[in-house]
């Protein structure tokens, strides 16, 4: 709650559009302030948040969203909400290199932060839900996330609760059996639609020519990402824009040592399963080595064997540890790891499947320290501050 109102009354607003936060699903519905209205404003280093046309942004909704996002009842055991993984004050992400569901069970991939997700032209590290809504829908009813059996208990709540009945009247004009998950997942939506950041040290770099912006190290470490390092051909920057991520799929060599000789009998055998009507979300998040299979568990293609989605760089230095699987601790694991050409340890056999993008870069000591304080320049300063002010002193 300190944490929330740290954020509010910041001067700089931590999203595009501030919000009222609604973190107890008890508490009164917010006022709503004219500062909660959404703003077509892009942040510097951002383009505008793409809206889809059939679930326009409004202040009561994304207050909605905020409530339902916080709400623990939507779990089996009362104790999982979104914010469970995905919380503020670890920069939306869970700090844990896997996640942890109900009952205290365990998943096969790191939560990735939520924070700019609203970019992202697919969802999840596979890409195999198309947007925020759509995602939204899944971790309630994932055996080791949520884990309720179906949508039903949900529904139930928002139907009864006299919060929720008078909100979704008020924003959707529903109630009662008319009254969906659709509508629960677009009001879930609209609120991450607002967990945008930019306006990095790098943004007031590149974009404002702010040379002070960046340390002489932080400077030669962005020569390197966008020369010898080529991590901007998948970390994309743009003219008037940096989303560091390309939407599309890499085998970059990571999890993937851990299924190689057997990839053809887990290929063969996910098929199968996804044939008889397994779900891909249940698959992939319950079993490890299914879950190495990446991109393939999707589109069925070999050649996205072990291919994950680009993840964003902003904010990294506050979302370790790294990687679909949460296998490298550090940002320096990372930066050696693209450095021994998709391997770690260094001199381990590169997978068959590996991205031709992918190959050794002969950075001394010295590079791959200034690369990593490179990426310490794309933490945005208000994000760093609110995981700062959650840590006890
Ligand atoms: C038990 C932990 C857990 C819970 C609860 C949870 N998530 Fe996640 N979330 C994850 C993990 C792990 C992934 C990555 C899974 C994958 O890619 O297969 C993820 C992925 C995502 C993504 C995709 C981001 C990207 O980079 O592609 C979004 C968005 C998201 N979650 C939002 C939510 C919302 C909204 C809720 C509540 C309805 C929620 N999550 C509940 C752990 C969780
Ligand atoms: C061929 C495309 C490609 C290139 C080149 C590339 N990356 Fe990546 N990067 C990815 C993919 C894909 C992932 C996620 C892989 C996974 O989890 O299996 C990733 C993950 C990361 C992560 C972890 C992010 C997180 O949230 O866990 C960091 C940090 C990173 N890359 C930095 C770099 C740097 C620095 C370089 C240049 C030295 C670079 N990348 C080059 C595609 C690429």
Not at 70 to 76: G, L, N, T, V
Not at 92 to 114: C, E, I, Y
Not at 120 to 145: A, C, H, M
Not at 196 to 216: I, K, M, Q
Request: proline content about 7%; charged content about 20%; some cysteine.
């Amino acid at each position: 709650m300190r944490l929330i109102l740290t954020l509010t009354l910041s001067v700089t607003p931590l999203f595009a559009f501030s919000q009222n936060s609604v973190t107890s699903s008890t508490a009164e519905p917010p006022p709503v302030s004219s500062a909660a209205q959404p703003s077509d404003t892009p942040l510097l280093g951002l383009p505008p948040v793409p809206i889809p046309t059939d679930n326009p942004q409004s202040a009561e909704k994304i207050a909605l969203g905020d409530k339902l996002y916080h709400d623990r009842r939507f779990s089996a055991d009362g104790n999982v909400s979104c914010a469970t993984c995905h919380a503020e004050e670890k920069a939306f992400t869970d700090g844990l290199p896997v996640s942890t569901g109900h009952h205290g069970l365990q998943g096969t991939r790191n939560a990735p932060t939520v924070l700019n997700a609203a970019f992202y032209t697919s969802q999840f590290w596979d890409g195999r839900e198309p947007d925020l809504e759509s995602q939204s829908k899944q971790p309630f009813i994932n055996p080791v996330e949520g884990g309720l059996k179906n949508h039903q208990p949900i529904l139930q709540i928002v139907r009864s609760d006299p919060d929720y009945k008078a909100a979704f009247v008020s924003v959707f004009g529903v109630g009662g059996e008319q009254l969906t998950m659709d509508h629960v997942a677009k009001a879930i939506a609209s609120f991450e639609r607002t967990l945008v950041s930019g306006d990095s040290p790098f943004d007031r770099y590149y974009f404002n020519n702010d040379n002070s912006a960046l340390s002489e190290a932080q400077v030669r470490g962005f020569q390197l990402f966008i020369g010898q390092g080529r991590c901007v051909s998948c970390h994309t920057i743009e003219q008037d824009r940096a989303l560091f991520t390309d939407s599309r799929f890499h085998n970059i060599g990571i999890g993937i040592n851990s299924i190689q000789q057997d990839v053809p009998r887990l290929a063969t055998a996910f098929l199968e399963a996804k044939n008889q009507g397994e779900e891909v979300d249940t698959m992939v998040l319950t079993n490890r080595k299914s879950s190495e299979l990446g991109r393939f568990a999707v589109t069925d293609r070999l050649s996205e064997m072990g291919a994950f989605k680009t993840p964003t760089l902003r904010n990294v230095a506050l979302t370790a540890p790294y990687m679909h699987d949460g296998s490298l601790k550090t940002l320096k694991e990372v930066v050696i790891h693209y450095n021994n050409g998709g391997v770690t340890p260094a001199g381990a056999k590169v997978n068959a499947f590996l991205s031709g993008g992918i190959r050794p870069l002969n950075l001394t000591d010295a590079q791959i320290d200034d690369l990593v304080a490179f990426l310490q320049a794309l933490t945005s300063p208000q994000i760093a501050q609110q995981t700062k002010s959650a840590t006890p002193q």
